[in-house]
């Protein structure tokens, strides 16, 4: 059976790929049969007249992971805008059954699956539809990590991010800080203000520039899907 985790965040550029990459990498240097998927990813790279994309790609490089990363995304859109409107750009529109088929074929490959998200949780997929982010991590019934900078900030849009997953119904398995200095104060302030308020454990914390994340809390949090 394998077990999955979907990763998401408290908004676009804290650091998604980079900690789905580390996880992945990590668990695969650590043995395991890990692997990774993203429904959606708009701001493609085209390269030689190709389009990359670019989240699957570097995660396949830093987890040296064999494999074409456009096997590995549903949806891969061009413009770096939200995947809702790129895909009104591009007329593709974003279908839960296809991301629903794609996950069921790419987890038959792995032990352990990542799925990452887009953008924040409040990420719209399909307007005329109303598929929103909460609405992929249901219908895929995986539990989430929450990704949060660790800086200025955090405590609000960490604490909206969780409240929000807990109103629609989602399990939240726990919170990695992103770019966090063990030494900075106000790093280590938001950390227990962020536990306290949420009841949610940090389960891990990672330095600007961090090659390796410790998995002792974080293998545990994929589950059976």
Do not use: W
Request: glycine residues 8%; aromatic residues 8%; charged residues 25%.
């Amino acid at each position: 059976m394998t077990k999955g985790i979907f990763i998401t965040a408290t908004g676009t550029d804290v650091g998604k790929t980079y900690i789905s990459a580390l996880i992945v990498k990590s668990m695969r240097e650590a043995g395991l049969n890990c692997g990774y998927y993203k429904p959606a990813l708009s701001g493609a790279e085209v390269r030689e007249n190709k389009i990359i994309p670019g989240d699957c790609d570097y995660v396949f490089r830093q987890a040296k992971i064999n494999a074409d990363p456009n096997n590995y995304v549903s949806y891969i859109f061009t413009p770096a805008i939200s995947p809702h409107l790129a895909a009104i750009k591009e007329n593709n529109p974003i279908k839960l059954e296809k991301i629903k088929k794609d996950f069921s074929k790419i987890k038959s490959e792995y032990d352990y699956l990542l799925v990452e998200g887009a953008g924040g949780i409040i990420c719209p997929f399909n307007i005329k539809e109303n598929l929103i982010l909460p609405d992929v991590i249901k219908g895929l019934n995986l539990d989430i990590i929450i990704i949060a900078a660790a800086g200025l900030g955090t405590i609000n849009s960490t604490v909206l991010t969780v409240e929000y997953a807990k109103q629609k119904g989602i399990n939240v398995k726990g919170i990695i800080f992103n770019k966090y200095d063990e030494n900075n104060e106000m790093h280590k302030d938001n950390l227990k203000q962020i536990e306290h308020l949420t009841g949610i454990k940090i389960i891990a914390t990672v330095k600007e520039n961090d090659e390796y994340i410790n998995l002792e809390k974080i293998a545990p949090a994929f589950k059976e899907i």
